[in-house]
């Protein structure tokens, strides 16, 4: 079992689309191809948030991620669909995902990072890591 100190939110960087398009839904199984297709063994994110809110569970909570380089040991990995414009559906799943790790791993608001701060090259997840933290700070688990 991993020793979880740290969530680390990801976004897919696939299209946001706008309400009057057709929209598909990425999840967890195009993600996982995504990654089996750069060779690696599985998806390496633990939980995908779909377009529709629905938290999908990817690699085992039992492995390590493979999500941040050199800072997969201790955190868990979450990957929103989209990649600039989130939905309120995402946010709620969010939260529910916010109230497994703190109840579960004991891993509060101070303890949630965005993938860019681990890693200059991305801007991933979209939106900023003071709203992130603000917004976590407003749930009650």
């Not at 598909?24 to 633990?46: A, F, N, P």
């Not at 579960?104 to 949630?112: F, R």
């Not at 681990?118 to 917004?135: A, E, H, I, Q, V």
């Amino acid at each position: 079992m991993v020793d979880f100190k740290r969530v680390i939110v990801h976004c897919s960087d696939t299209p946001d689309y706008q309400a009057d398009q057709v929209r598909y839904d990425y999840g967890v199984e195009d993600i996982r191809q995504w990654h089996l297709d750069r060779g690696w063994s599985d998806i390496g994110y633990h939980f995908v948030i779909t377009r529709m809110g629905d938290v999908q569970e990817g690699r085992s909570i039992a492995r390590r991620g493979a999500h941040a380089k050199g800072h997969n040991h201790d955190s868990i990995g979450i990957c929103i669909i989209g990649k600039e414009e989130f939905l309120e559906s995402q946010f709620k799943a969010l939260a529910d995902l916010y109230s497994y790790c703190l109840i579960n791993y004991k891993i509060d608001a101070d303890s949630w990072w965005c993938h860019y701060q681990f890693n200059s090259g991305k801007t991933c997840p979209g939106f900023k890591y003071d709203y992130l933290r603000g917004y976590l700070k407003g749930i009650r688990a």
